[in-house]
């Protein structure tokens, strides 16, 4: 094995192809350094109780800025409600994509490509931009503040990204074993649910996933929709550490951070196991 | 006929969401923007035609937002996220791999903390009395107070941060798709580097160039949360890009009117760059 590389790296292109791999190295190294140096200090800052700008390792590192925000008001509250206008939103976007994606998959039709087409159009489009309405048209109809509105808002935005992915997640199911439920006598809603969904468990995930991470990090829409503190989000909440207390407590915000981040990168982690790393959003980029 | 109908009824409660709040929006977006409403008062309200289109042309803080906008966007989409993210794919495939597992982690990290959370991150980094300062100093480098002196390289870096790891994921699986033999053969026949790069690697994921730039430059249209925790468009007006702009002149100044209307520009730029990247998909499929 040893003589066998000792041989091997007598070959010019062998030798070149070792340099370049450490040359590669080096650069990637440097890039994951400066990627890297934010991220050190939410974690340095959170776990420092004097917690400064600066990323510095903390004198004595405690949990005390985790005890202090672990209360109703700063953590418990926001993430509550984060979690009720996210996931009732997630659940309302995966079940209409799901159903709407059905006759989308499996029908032929001249109007099912130019609704496809509508539905990525209006994926691409920038949502901030149809906020000031949006904000109008919540006061006349007197949906402004309430958390099912921003919900039902987010599950609107997130629909055609969502009913993109799913129809091209269907189109991966074999239409054969259908077919058989359908000699059998059940119903379209039935092989939806007890054939065709439980197949794509994994693409369904995906998309469930996808958008509720979306919509966890999503600041502008219920920074726009919502005013009453008790029902702001924690995206939007996360503000207060800079208005009401004086001086900013970085250590407690930071703790504030790691909380409110830990539950997305960890169900990214999830979907980016399930379909191997290259996860590009697949379907969605290359059509 | 009945029982076509009822095949497609499954598309009924999705069509009646987008219908009701994102269509519905769109047109209210329209109607508003040739109103001239405001935020108290919704009676006073009145048809003003397309005033509000001049008022934008002829206002220098909407030009400046305007001019913002395009070097955000060019900066931190194009330059930043879209080279870096090529360079990146480039290297990962030739790096070792516990290098590219940390690499990978670290610029994933990056993208899929929440926008607010990236914000207040890099708010600390640029911040006078933040890390990159702190850096500087020991470098024995002249140190400045980046929020202030240079606030729009400041939230288009914070972007490039934050966005580069999509660009780099859409070009590792376009990158992965080139035949092996191509690039070998190019090598063997004596192609330097940046010639391969240039005549073989380039044309070959040309596609995916498109639709990368198309999907970066949708995303920093819409930017808000970045620009508000780092700088709230300022200092003044300094990185005022438009969605900050129309929402300080919806909100801070009450002209729900006129916010609207940079909005239905903000829209229609959007709907362009759309339109684009649905022709680039269709020669593809």
Redesign the interface.
């Known amino acids: 094995m040893r003589s066998g590389r000792r041989r091997r790296a007598r070959w010019p292109l062998a030798r070149r192809a070792v340099r370049r791999r450490a040359a590669a190295d080096a650069a990637l190294l440097v890039v994951a350094v400066a990627f890297a140096v934010p991220l050190a200090w939410l974690v340095l800052a959170s776990l420092d109780e004097r917690a400064t700008l600066r990323v510095r390792l903390p004198a004595a590192p405690t949990l005390h800025n985790f005890s202090a925000v672990l209360t109703d008001e700063i953590t418990f509250t926001p993430m509550l409600n984060s979690l009720l206008i996210c996931g009732g939103a997630t659940l309302l976007t995966v079940g209409c994509a799901a159903l709407a994606a059905y006759p989308l998959s499996r029908f032929r039709s001249r109007f099912a490509r130019p609704y496809l087409l509508t539905v990525l159009f209006s994926a691409c489009l920038p949502v901030t931009a149809i906020m000031v309405p949006v904000y109008a048209l919540f006061v006349r109809v007197d949906l402004i503040d309430t958390r099912y509105g921003t919900a039902l808002f987010l599950a609107a935005a997130q629909l055609p990204f969502a009913v993109w992915l799913m129809k091209n997640f269907m189109d991966g199911v074999p239409a054969a074993l259908e077919e058989a439920a359908w000699t059998d006598g059940a119903s379209w809603f039935q092989t939806l649910l007890r054939i065709i969904l439980p197949l794509m468990g994994p693409g369904l995930s995906v998309v469930a996933v996808y958008t509720f991470i979306m919509m966890w990090g999503n600041f502008f829409v219920p920074f726009m929709l919502l005013l009453s503190p008790e029902q702001l989000p924690a995206s939007v909440s996360i503000f207060t550490f800079f208005g009401n207390y004086g001086a900013i407590a970085f250590g407690e915000l930071a703790a504030f951070s790691v909380l409110y981040s830990t539950p997305v990168i960890l169900l990214y982690i999830l979907i980016s196991k399930r379909l191997g790393g290259g996860f590009t959003l697949g379907g969605a980029v290359k059509g | 006929m009945i029982r076509r109908l009822l095949?497609?009824s499954?598309?009924a409660?999705?069509?009646v969401?987008?219908l009701?709040?994102?269509a519905?929006?769109?047109g209210?977006?329209g109607y508003?923007a040739v109103t001239d409403?405001q935020l108290t008062g919704?009676e006073s309200a009145s048809f003003v035609g397309l005033a509000n289109f001049r008022h934008a042309l002829a206002d220098p803080e909407f030009r400046n937002a305007v001019l913002l906008t395009l070097v955000f966007t060019v900066v931190s989409a194009l330059l930043g996220q879209n080279t870096?993210g090529l360079a990146?794919a480039g290297?990962?495939r030739?790096?070792?791999r516990p290098?590219?597992t940390?690499?990978?982690a670290?610029?994933?990290?990056?993208w899929?903390?929440?926008?607010?959370?990236?914000g207040?991150?890099?708010y600390?980094?640029f911040?006078r009395?933040?890390?990159l300062n702190?850096?500087l100093a020991w470098l024995h480098l002249p140190t400045q107070d980046w929020l202030f002196t240079l606030p729009i390289l400041a939230v288009s870096f914070a972007n490039v941060?934050r966005g580069t790891a999509f660009s780099m994921?859409?070009y590792?699986?376009a990158l992965?798709e080139i035949p092996q033999e191509v690039t070998e053969s190019a090598?063997v026949d004596g192609a330097g580097g940046l010639r391969r790069l240039w005549h073989i690697t380039l044309p070959m994921i040309r596609r995916?160039i498109g639709?990368?730039l198309?999907?970066n430059t949708?995303q920093t249209?819409?930017?808000?949360?970045l620009i508000?925790a780092l700088t709230r468009g300022g200092p003044g007006n300094r990185s005022q890009t438009l969605?900050v702009f129309?929402?300080d002149q919806?909100f801070v100044k009450s002209l729900?009117g006129y916010?609207?209307a940079v909005?239905?520009l903000?829209?229609v730029v959007?709907?362009l760059?759309?339109?684009v990247?649905?022709r680039l998909?269709r020669e593809?499929?």
């Open positions: 095949r497609w499954p598309l409660p999705a069509t969401l987008l009701l709040f994102l519905g929006p769109v209210y977006c508003l409403t919704q870096l990146l290297l990962l030739r790096a070792s290098v590219r940390v690499t990978g670290v610029v994933i990290t990056a899929v903390l929440p926008e607010i959370v990236a207040f991150l890099l600390t980094f911040e009395r933040g890390t702190a850096v941060w994921l859409v590792s699986a992965a090598e995916s639709t990368n198309m999907l949708l249209l819409s930017v808000f949360g508000w969605p129309m929402y919806a729900i916010g609207t909005a239905l903000l829209l959007g709907a760059f759309s339109a990247y649905l998909l593809e499929v």
